[in-house]
């Protein structure tokens, strides 16, 4: 890859979008770069064993005819594309035909596809070879900050129909430790080199795009939690106990900061920093709030974005009956008032996922066969047992997180490991885990998840 400067007669070619044409000046007229943001898809996700495929598949087609309407340059899709690293074929099926279909129906977008805490670095990478061949889609799975192809792998120009660079795009995915220079410095803490490195990596970028594209406007990317931005309870801390990294290092100097990591859609520290969120809600407590895509325009150089919401459609609703957990009879009077009959002419992979609550010391009889008269008929999918509360527990208000509630766990709980570490750890020793033996679980939790990334 020439990496001389444009002063000097010569350009850099970025082929991350297998484009030839060089990054150089421009003889069209400034033009307003539009681009959708979005991240966390989690493709292959289930809900306590049920298949969530059709609803994904739903909301893929639904974006690609967003990304048409809106005849963006761009789609920007900020980490965790899918949900465990060994995803199942159908779901690598449901991003290969999505992809086809974008290069079909939007040959003129530049999809911009980047590693989350839940990818595979090296299996999402796998794809590039086509990405190169079909043009306008870059697939960054992993980054290496001593790499000598470090830019040429992560900035992705941004172009107009007629080719013409809008906009350079730096595409930086999800960051482990190792993929750093994380060594530490004089009374620096692990925390503070992986931060002090990550802004390293960022400058780097930013100051190659500035020498080769000036005046273009810089977007980027990344996949972690920033200091202030508000989690939505499902999301894992990230490996290393690294979690609240602050704005200005990565964020300087920067038109917007497309990040991924939270499901709560939120602006953080700025107009010019963003998390989409999920597209939908990956557990019950995520139905809480709505969920969206953005769609961002940016006019020059320094100029402020503009960012659109555009709501995501629900495609199947999670229902928890009651919100507020009671008696029996309180949970069957719910049950009954829920208008079933919207529901009876859907296929049954978007019948609405149903979780039950009540407030019960384990002596209700024949819990079992009521539930299974309750819901014998109704379209709907039962999400396991109901979640039990003991009556003398003060009962979790409407809306609010059941994190420090004690129900009985199920299978499949995402929750249910840091939930039932925190509850033993109560009980033996009289109060809540302190921070870092919570952090540490999680790590630890967050590493046997992950396990297979570098195979």
Wanted: net charge negative; with cysteine.
């Amino acid at each position: 890859m020439p990496v001389s400067h444009p002063s000097r007669g010569f350009r850099l070619t970025l082929r991350s979008c297998s484009r030839k044409e060089p990054i150089g000046p421009e003889s069209s007229m400034m033009r307003v770069v539009r681009f959708i943001h979005t991240s966390d898809w989690h493709l292959g996700l289930d809900l306590a064993g049920h298949d969530r495929l059709d609803e994904q598949g739903r909301f893929l087609e639904w974006l690609r005819q967003q990304c048409r309407a809106a005849k963006v340059d761009a789609l920007l899709v900020a980490g965790d594309i899918y949900d465990i690293v060994s995803p199942s074929a159908p779901a690598q099926r449901w991003l290969a035909d999505f992809l086809v279909g974008m290069h079909r129906d939007c040959p003129h977008t530049t999809v911009v596809l980047t590693g989350g805490n839940h990818d595979s670095a090296l299996r999402l990478e796998t794809a590039r070879p086509f990405g190169q061949a079909l043009g306008r889609l870059a697939i960054v799975g992993g980054l290496d900050q001593r790499a000598p192809d470090l830019a040429e792998k992560a900035l992705v120009p941004l172009r107009d129909v007629r080719g013409d660079l809008l906009a350079v795009c730096l595409a930086v995915p999800f960051l482990r430790v190792s993929d750093l220079d994380c060594r530490l410095g004089p009374d620096e803490s692990p925390a503070v080199a992986y931060e002090r490195s990550l802004g390293a990596l960022y400058a780097t970028l930013r100051a190659q795009a500035e020498r080769l594209a000036p005046e273009k406007p810089l977007i980027g990317m990344g996949h972690l939690t920033l200091g202030g931005g508000q989690k939505a309870g499902s999301e894992h801390l990230l490996v290393g106990g690294i979690d609240g990294i602050g704005v200005e290092g990565i964020a300087e100097g920067l038109d917007y900061l497309a990040l991924g990591h939270l499901h709560r859609g939120q602006r953080v520290g700025g107009e010019r920093i963003h998390y989409s969120g999920s597209p939908f809600a990956i557990d019950f407590d995520e139905r809480r709030y709505r969920h969206r895509i953005l769609l961002v325009e940016l006019a020059a150089r320094g100029a402020t974005p503009a960012v659109s919401e555009i709501e995501v459609p629900v495609f199947v609703p999670l229902l928890r009956i009651p919100e507020q957990p009671g008696s029996w009879d309180d949970l069957a009077r719910a049950f009954a008032a829920v208008a079933w009959a919207d529901y009876a002419d859907r296929p049954r992979a978007l019948y609405p996922f149903v979780e039950l609550e009540l407030l019960d010391d384990g002596t209700l009889p024949d819990l079992r066969a009521r539930v299974e008269k309750l819901c014998s008929g109704r379209p709907l999918r039962l999400v396991g047992s109901p979640r039990r509360f003991p009556p003398e527990a003060p009962a979790p208000m409407v809306g609010e997180s059941r994190a420090a509630a004690e129900p009985t766990w199920r299978l499949g709980d995402r929750a249910a490991p840091l939930e039932v570490f925190a509850l033993a750890w109560q009980r033996r020793h009289g109060a809540p885990p302190p921070d870092p033996v919570r952090a540490a679980f999680e790590e630890v939790m967050t590493a046997v998840m992950t396990e297979g990334e570098s195979a």
